[in-house]
Nanobody
Framework: EVQLVESGGGLVQAGGSLRLSCAAS????????IGWFRQAPGKEREGVSC????????YYADSVKGRFTISSDNAKNTVYLQMNSLKPEDTAVYYC????????????????????WGQGTQVTVSS
């Protein structure tokens, strides 16, 4: 059974940093992608960043470019989201998700592309 477990959320002041982790287990495939998504109260879920385990390609939403960095420790099947220069508008529940049906050269960035989801971790940025 595929399991994704997020950790690392918390309360931080504006300008601060957090590192989220997504530990994946229950599968042996090498070709998959992990995406980070977030949902703020009253808003739709949005894609934040994604990484392909197959070719290392990455995606960042415009709102986080230059501030967030996604990385992967393949030996640990863990993906990290380093979040710097946090803003109050980054406040949301952050979810990681996985998809195994990768099309060569295409990195899924929409939530409907992803099949497995973690339980989410709260990130709150105070002003």
């Amino acid at each position: 059974e595929v399991q994704l477990v997020e950790s690392g959320g918390g309360l931080v002041q504006a300008g601060g940093s957090l590192r989220l982790s997504c530990a994946a287990s229950g599968f042996t495939f090498d070709g998959y992608a992990i995406g980070w998504f977030r949902q703020a109260p009253g808003k739709e879920r949005e894609g934040v960043s994604c990484i392909s385990r197959s070719d290392g390609s990455t995606y960042y939403a415009d709102s986080v470019k230059g501030r967030f960095t996604i990385s992967s420790d393949n030996a640990k099947n863990t993906v990290y989201l380093q979040m710097n220069s946090l803003k109050p508008e980054d406040t949301a529940v952050y979810y990681c998700a996985a998809v195994f049906r990768l099309v060569p050269g295409f990195l899924p960035t929409d939530d409907y592309d992803y099949d497995y989801w973690g339980q989410g971790t709260q990130v709150t940025v105070s002003s």
